[in-house]
Protein backbone atom coordinates (compact mmCIF):
# COMPACT_ATOMS: atom_id res chain seq x y z
CA UNK A 1 0.00 0.00 0.00
CA UNK A 2 1.58 3.40 -1.00
CA UNK A 3 0.14 6.89 -0.74
CA UNK A 4 -0.96 8.45 -3.61
CA UNK A 5 -2.13 12.24 -4.97
CA UNK A 6 -6.12 10.83 -5.99
CA UNK A 7 -8.26 13.34 -8.13
CA UNK A 8 -11.81 12.36 -8.69
CA UNK A 9 -14.15 13.86 -11.27
CA UNK A 10 -17.80 12.65 -11.79
CA UNK A 11 -20.36 14.44 -14.07
CA UNK A 12 -23.65 13.69 -13.71
CA UNK A 13 -26.44 13.85 -17.25
CA UNK A 14 -30.28 14.27 -15.88
CA UNK A 15 -32.50 14.93 -18.33
CA UNK A 16 -29.26 16.73 -20.90
CA UNK A 17 -28.74 18.89 -17.30
CA UNK A 18 -25.10 18.35 -16.67
CA UNK A 19 -23.56 18.59 -12.94
CA UNK A 20 -19.51 18.18 -12.63
CA UNK A 21 -18.23 17.61 -9.02
CA UNK A 22 -14.25 17.33 -8.51
CA UNK A 23 -11.79 16.11 -5.34
CA UNK A 24 -8.30 16.46 -4.98
CA UNK A 25 -7.36 14.66 -1.63
CA UNK A 26 -4.40 11.71 -0.69
CA UNK A 27 -5.41 8.38 0.10
CA UNK A 28 -4.02 5.10 -0.75
CA UNK A 29 -3.54 3.05 -3.74
CA UNK A 30 -2.67 -0.96 -3.29
CA UNK A 31 -2.59 -3.79 -5.88
CA UNK A 32 -3.33 -7.06 -5.15
CA UNK A 33 -3.52 -10.05 -7.05
CA UNK A 34 -6.69 -9.93 -8.33
CA UNK A 35 -7.89 -6.19 -7.77
CA UNK A 36 -6.82 -2.68 -7.33
CA UNK A 37 -8.10 -0.87 -4.39
CA UNK A 38 -7.89 2.98 -3.82
CA UNK A 39 -8.88 4.36 -0.15
CA UNK A 40 -9.39 8.00 1.13
CA UNK A 41 -11.24 10.64 3.19
CA UNK A 42 -13.66 12.50 1.40
CA UNK A 43 -14.79 16.25 4.07
CA UNK A 44 -17.83 17.01 4.29
CA UNK A 45 -19.01 20.31 5.78
CA UNK A 46 -18.30 22.04 8.59
CA UNK A 47 -18.71 20.19 11.72
CA UNK A 48 -19.81 17.16 9.88
CA UNK A 49 -16.49 13.91 10.21
CA UNK A 50 -15.52 13.14 6.87
CA UNK A 51 -16.68 9.97 4.89
CA UNK A 52 -13.96 6.93 4.31
CA UNK A 53 -13.91 5.92 0.53
CA UNK A 54 -13.41 2.54 -0.73
CA UNK A 55 -13.06 1.86 -4.18
CA UNK A 56 -11.83 -1.73 -5.73
CA UNK A 57 -11.58 -2.40 -9.22
CA UNK A 58 -11.06 -5.96 -10.34
CA UNK A 59 -8.64 -6.21 -12.74
CA UNK A 60 -10.51 -7.56 -15.60
CA UNK A 61 -12.71 -4.51 -15.66
CA UNK A 62 -15.22 -5.90 -14.58
CA UNK A 63 -16.50 -4.80 -11.35
CA UNK A 64 -16.38 -1.20 -9.89
CA UNK A 65 -17.63 -1.35 -6.15
CA UNK A 66 -17.62 1.80 -4.25
CA UNK A 67 -18.27 1.62 -0.29
CA UNK A 68 -18.95 4.91 1.37
CA UNK A 69 -18.74 4.71 5.32
CA UNK A 70 -19.04 6.99 7.82
CA UNK A 71 -22.26 8.76 9.42
CA UNK A 72 -24.02 7.99 5.57
CA UNK A 73 -23.01 5.00 4.08
CA UNK A 74 -23.28 3.44 0.63
CA UNK A 75 -22.06 0.77 -1.26
CA UNK A 76 -22.59 0.65 -5.11
CA UNK A 77 -21.58 -2.01 -7.30
CA UNK A 78 -21.17 -1.38 -11.02
CA UNK A 79 -20.82 -4.61 -13.08
CA UNK A 80 -20.30 -3.97 -17.28
CA UNK A 81 -23.09 -4.91 -18.78
CA UNK A 82 -25.30 -5.66 -15.67
CA UNK A 83 -27.61 -3.93 -13.28
CA UNK A 84 -27.21 -4.52 -9.50
CA UNK A 85 -29.75 -3.09 -6.74
CA UNK A 86 -27.53 -0.91 -4.23
CA UNK A 87 -28.29 1.13 -0.97
CA UNK A 88 -27.44 4.88 -1.27
CA UNK A 89 -26.96 6.34 2.26
CA UNK A 90 -28.66 9.89 2.70
CA UNK A 91 -29.48 12.36 5.93
CA UNK A 92 -32.75 11.35 5.30
CA UNK A 93 -32.38 7.34 5.35
CA UNK A 94 -31.28 4.97 2.62
CA UNK A 95 -32.36 4.84 -1.55
CA UNK A 96 -32.65 1.46 -2.90
CA UNK A 97 -31.12 2.12 -6.82
CA UNK A 98 -30.16 0.16 -9.92
CA UNK A 99 -26.87 0.71 -11.19
CA UNK A 100 -26.31 -0.49 -14.56
CA UNK A 101 -22.51 -0.29 -15.40
CA UNK A 102 -21.53 0.53 -19.10
CA UNK A 103 -17.85 0.62 -19.43
CA UNK A 104 -14.49 0.26 -16.89
CA UNK A 105 -11.14 1.14 -17.61
CA UNK A 106 -7.96 1.55 -16.18
CA UNK A 107 -5.15 3.30 -17.73
CA UNK A 108 -2.19 2.54 -15.67
CA UNK A 109 1.22 5.00 -16.07
CA UNK A 110 4.81 4.89 -14.76
CA UNK A 111 3.73 7.11 -11.81
CA UNK A 112 0.34 6.06 -10.96
CA UNK A 113 -2.72 5.83 -13.74
CA UNK A 114 -6.60 6.61 -14.29
CA UNK A 115 -10.07 4.58 -13.62
CA UNK A 116 -12.93 5.71 -15.59
CA UNK A 117 -16.28 4.12 -15.64
CA UNK A 118 -19.87 4.72 -16.97
CA UNK A 119 -23.00 3.68 -15.21
CA UNK A 120 -26.86 4.86 -14.63
CA UNK A 121 -28.49 4.95 -11.95
CA UNK A 122 -32.66 4.21 -12.10
CA UNK A 123 -34.89 4.51 -9.11
CA UNK A 124 -37.70 2.41 -9.53
CA UNK A 125 -37.03 1.47 -12.66
CA UNK A 126 -36.98 5.26 -14.07
CA UNK A 127 -33.85 6.59 -15.31
CA UNK A 128 -32.74 9.29 -12.88
CA UNK A 129 -29.10 9.64 -14.17
CA UNK A 130 -26.47 9.31 -16.52
CA UNK A 131 -23.01 9.14 -14.84
CA UNK A 132 -18.87 9.08 -15.26
CA UNK A 133 -16.38 9.00 -13.27
CA UNK A 134 -12.81 9.34 -13.44
CA UNK A 135 -10.41 8.89 -10.75
CA UNK A 136 -6.99 8.64 -11.59
CA UNK A 137 -3.63 8.47 -8.82
CA UNK A 138 -0.40 9.58 -8.67
CA UNK A 139 2.05 8.47 -7.18
CA UNK A 140 4.06 10.31 -4.22
CA UNK A 141 8.31 11.19 -5.80
CA UNK A 142 10.29 9.57 -3.05
CA UNK A 143 13.19 11.83 -2.32
CA UNK A 144 16.50 11.02 -3.84
Do not use: W
Not at 13 to 32: A, C, H, Q, S, Y
Request: charged share 35%; proline share 2%; net charge negative.
Amino acid sequence: MEKVLIEVVGTQNIDNRFDKTELKTIGTFEELEEKFIIKYKEEQGEGEKPIDVSVVVLKDESVVEMTRSGEISSRLVIERSQRNLCHYGTAYGDILMGISGHSIEHEPSENGGKFSFGYDIDINGALASKNRVKLSYKKKKQPK
